[in-house]
């Protein structure tokens, strides 16, 4: 079995962005070495190659003359005389003329150290090359064959690529084993190069990326001590790269949400706690105070009266909550349905016809239309604002239902011309446990109403928005998708 680190240390997607830029760099180097390398031992063969080439022609050539000179009975210059005597001396040079049949019309002295390789002569003209590995050191040589004219005993003369007439041919041979020996020396020293190369250039690209990723290193510490009493901490005002300032941007935005979303929790949590408290307390006080001396069958059931008015507002509130934990944590389900609007305006006034009537309230409904959804989370955030209307309108107010489409929207709204709600105070009514003044709180309200409105319309794809204007009125508006995703 392999351990963690070993498998760590085998897949690639775990490496540091140390070691991958140090690898990439090292590779663009070794790669680059490498291709400046081979570029160069190519030209160095080629000119190797056409240098013996080069001087295997020329050699040739000069034996041609010289024969010339002997098949018109005329001695050779001094010049070619004093050639001969070196090439005898040189041992790198041969030369021989053979005839059609394969006769050996004439040769250099030396040509026996050559039959091997002159084994190998092609018989067509050009170079060929070959390496004599039965010896060591090994040896290598390049043979070229050319045609010969000879129409007479007075002249010879090469024809170039293609045979001539007679079928007359010189070979000559060149020994450039010492040229080979230098190719081998000097693959040898660029191979050591290019290895150092290599090596250094990874040490140098581990060094650059160290340096290069310190300030991701120095981000990380400050991120790591971030904790839920550093939350208002910031980095973007830091003199980060550029690259950075996006990361450090980015982080702050997250911070803020995340502050954002602690202070609202910690709110929440307090105001949990606050509103519990309230029944919790009133519970405890009704029935520490009937039980304190003996009471009458009245008394008794007035604070049972109590009991139960205060355990069905904990009831309430405990529903509320867990709608809103379902919906927040996507476990709320839609049971999609297309639901007439009219319908469910006519059932709601129907409703809230006697509370309306007791307050002197007129409740009126116009408009229509259909929309795609689910029908019992729609009555009850209706419902919840059409309660909340009817708690703060006063004596002889009005409270108006409407719906309109707008293009693929309906808006449903729910007016009153009751208290109304300060400008300040209208961003934070749908927040949980939020009332805006002492006006608009009651012992029936558990302060999540609008928040459940407003979780509501989310779990549609729509949004809901309120305006108010203090002594006039507010109008909750809220805006579905006939169509919801």
């Known amino acids: 079995m392999y351990s963690k680190s070993a498998i760590d240390l085998l897949d690639a997607r775990r490496w540091s ?6 690898l990439f760099f090292g590779l ?11 570029m160069m031992y190519a030209e160095l063969v080629k000119q190797l190659h056409d240098k013996e080439e080069n001087t295997l022609r020329d050699n040739l050539q000069i034996q041609r003359d010289v024969l010339e000179h002997l098949a018109r009975k005329q001695k050779p210059s001094q010049w070619q005389h004093e050639w001969g005597e070196y090439q005898e001396d040189y041992q790198k040079f041969g030369w021989q003329l053979v005839a059609p049949d394969g006769q050996v019309l004439a040769a250099s002295p030396n040509m026996g150290r050559f039959r091997a390789a002159l084994a190998h002569a092609g018989g067509e003209p050009g170079f060929v090359r070959w390496a004599d590995r039965a010896r060591a050191p090994v040896r290598y040589f390049v043979l070229l064959t050319v045609a010969v004219d000879t129409p007479g005993p007075e002249a010879l003369e090469l024809r170039g690529p293609a045979l001539g007439p007679s079928g007359t041919v010189m070979r000559g041979i060149l020994d450039v084993s010492e040229d080979q020996h230098v190719l081998k020396a000097y693959r040898a020293r660029l191979s050591g190069v ?29 991120i790591g001590r971030i904790n839920a009493e550093k939350l208002h901490a910031r980095f973007s005002s830091e003199a980060w790269p550029s690259d950075l300032r996006v990361l450090a941007s980015t982080f702050d935005d997250m911070l803020a949400r995340l502050e954002a979303s602690f202070d609202q929790l910690t709110r929440f949590s307090s105001d949990l706690a606050h509103e519990f408290r309230s029944p919790i307390n009133n519970l405890v006080a009704a029935a520490s105070v009937t039980l304190a001396r003996a009471r009458d069958p009245v008394e008794y059931q007035n604070t049972l009266e109590i009991v139960v008015e205060e355990g069905q507002r904990l009831s309430r509130m405990v529903s509320s909550m867990l709608f809103l934990a379902r919906a927040d944590n996507a476990g709320q389900h839609l049971q999609l349905e297309r639901v007439a609007l009219a319908d469910e305006f006519r059932r709601l006034v129907d409703f809230y016809e006697i509370a309306a009537e007791e307050q002197s309230i007129d409740v009126t409904a116009s408009g229509d239309g259909e929309l795609v959804a689910d029908p019992m989370l729609l009555r009850r955030a209706l419902s919840n604002l059409l309660a909340n209307a009817l708690r703060y309108t006063p004596h002889g107010g009005t409270v108006r239902l409407s719906a309109a489409r707008e293009r693929d929207t309906i808006v449903i709204a729910v007016s009153d011309d009751g208290v109304g709600i300060p400008a300040e105070h209208l961003p934070f009514v749908f927040d949980r446990f939020y009332r805006a003044d002492a006006a608009r709180s009651s012992a029936d309200s558990t302060g999540l109403g609008l928040a459940v409105v407003r979780s509501i319309v989310e779990l549609h794809g729509g949004s809901a928005s309120v305006a108010s204007v203090v002594g006039q009125g507010s109008t909750f508006t809220l805006r579905f998708p006939i169509k919801p995703a």
């Open 17 to 22: 962005l140390t070691a991958r830029m140090s």
């Open 194 to 222: 290019i290895a150092l190369a290599i090596v250094l250039s990874a040490g140098a690209g581990w060094v650059l990326a160290r340096r290069g990723l310190a300030p991701v290193r120095a981000i990380s510490r400050e």
């Open 28 to 38: 663009a180097v070794a790669v680059t070495v490498l291709g400046v390398s081979i």
